[in-house]
């Protein structure tokens, strides 16, 4: 079988159809070829996979996962590792898989990052039964046993929160986006903790509107908090339909980088250090195949505020639109 898998079945005499019955039977198997088995490198290949479950592999700047695989990239190269993009496997439905036909082309690589806004639990808990090291970027609860490196938002959203406390706010409008990914989640809870005794709601994403905007300030709403960098753009818009400034009117927070060239360019907003959460996930990858680290590692790193003056003191701006 090694001659077929190494494409030398040819020079060592295997007849074709002799090869082709090996190949059927590593079909039916799922059996993938390991290149670290074949490495003359103590089992390893210098190889690190990269897999996402999103649809499209995220190339854009403004895409969430960007600047993270700027980090991967980075720290792969100071480990003299190369990189693997595992893209190809795709259901009908268009969502990525690890298994194609029973088998993942992971193990080509000694390690694997996993990333995406949707996991598949079962594939995951799969690897982790199959004893092959990869690790989550961004916190993964669903299968304890695999190793993450997140973002710690609970500290930054309090510290931005009490902020807002000291300029002297006390109610807020907590707008969210339409997803139930994990970062999202922990930001909504990092919100409601630190604003237990204010008069502060969340709303959904859709709830947005001029006359709710409007509403909004005339029930003394002081603050929008954005949970992403296109809840932000709405807001932005919405409240210049509305006659409303930011942060004349109202003070205003995103709670991830807004959009470069977007209307909420200049809000107030948390800095996710997605390119050290990059390098961590790498440096965690390499240090569990040194066996430094447990395969179930999990780690966090901070985020923090970033301050651009849409924060004001409420009652010292302008009457608002009625």
Not at 27 to 54: H, I, M, Q, W
Not at 221 to 246: D, F, K, S
Request: charged share 25%; aromatic share 6%.
């Amino acid at each position: 079988m090694s001659l077929v898998v190494s494409g030398r079945a040819a020079e060592g005499g295997v007849s074709a159809s002799t090869q082709e019955r090996i190949r059927r039977a590593m079909s039916e198997l799922g059996y993938v070829p390991d290149a670290a088995a074949r490495s003359l490198r103590g089992g390893r290949n210098g190889l690190f996979g990269v897999f996402t479950y999103e649809p499209v592999f995220p190339s854009q700047p403004d895409d969430y996962f960007h600047e993270f695989l700027v980090g991967i990239e980075m720290a792969a190269a100071q480990h003299g590792q190369d990189l693997v993009l595992f893209s190809s496997a795709q259901q009908a439905d268009g969502r990525r898989s690890i298994f194609s036909d029973g088998a993942s082309r992971l193990h080509l690589a000694d390690g694997s990052i996993i990333l995406g806004m949707h996991r598949d639990d079962g594939e995951l808990r799969r690897l982790v039964d199959d004893g092959y090291p990869f690790v989550s970027l961004g916190r993964y609860d669903p299968v304890p046993e695999a190793a993450w490196v997140g973002v710690d938002y609970d500290r930054a959203v309090h510290s931005i929160i009490d902020d807002l406390h000291a300029a002297g706010h006390e109610s807020f409008v907590y707008i969210a986006g339409d997803d139930d990914r994990l970062p999202s989640r922990a930001r909504r809870d990092s919100f409601k903790a630190a604003t237990r005794d204010d008069a502060s709601v969340i709303v959904g994403g859709s709830e947005l509107g001029v006359e709710q905007m409007r509403d909004w300030v005339r029930r003394g709403v002081t603050t929008v908090v954005a949970e992403n960098p296109l809840i932000a753009e709405g807001v932005a818009i919405t409240a210049n339909r509305a006659g409303l400034r930011v942060p004349d009117h109202l003070s205003a927070v995103s709670l991830e980088v807004p959009l470069r060239n977007g209307r909420a360019a200049g809000w107030s907003h948390l800095v996710i250090p997605k390119r050290d959460v990059g390098i961590r996930t790498v440096g965690v990858l390499a240090a569990i195949l040194d066996g430094k680290l447990p395969r179930g590692h999990h780690e966090t790193v901070q985020c923090l505020p970033h301050h651009l003056g849409t924060i004001t003191s409420p009652g010292t701006s302008p009457a608002a639109v009625s």
